[in-house]
């Protein structure tokens, strides 16, 4: 559809008769005051579009860069947590090997024989034990 014909289709209505005929009534000073005024609401509603339309892209790009935030951490957890899981199924196996051979050695140098040496599983309430 042709603007020219939407202009046309409005013009034929009965309210815009109405409002011509009520314009052309007035005294042409207040018809200049009425151009300018419509003019000034005009701008002033498109001032108003914009300044919404500002609001709500700056609205959605400080929402963009908190998911984005959000996301590098959950991103940095992620590695880390991948991280310590190789790290700890490294210690597993041979973890406990390289302790006592660790141990071991500090313990020939303090002259005592390293099969008095028991490298055992931590269990709830064994550190209560030791001492007594």
């Not at 042409?28 to 151009?35: A, D, T």
């Not at 957890?77 to 199924?89: I, N, W």
């Not at 599983?121 to 030791?130: C, D, L, M, R, Y």
């Amino acid at each position: 559809m042709e603007l020219g014909s939407v202009f046309e289709k409005i013009k034929e209505q009965e309210f815009y008769q109405q409002l011509q005929g009520a314009y052309n009534q007035l005294p042409s000073e207040q018809q200049g005051y009425l151009k300018w005024g419509a003019t000034a609401a005009g701008f002033f509603l498109l001032f108003a579009l914009i300044f919404s339309i500002m609001k709500s892209a700056n609205g959605s790009r400080t929402e963009y860069y908190e998911k984005q935030e959000l996301a590098r951490i959950i991103t940095d957890a992620s590695d880390e947590l991948r991280r310590l899981k190789g790290q700890s199924s490294g210690m597993s196996a041979g973890g406990e090997q390289n302790w006592k051979s660790i141990l071991g050695a500090r313990v020939a140098a303090q002259g005592v024989p390293v099969e008095a040496l028991e490298i055992v599983k931590e269990t709830i309430g064994a550190s209560q034990n030791v001492i007594q």
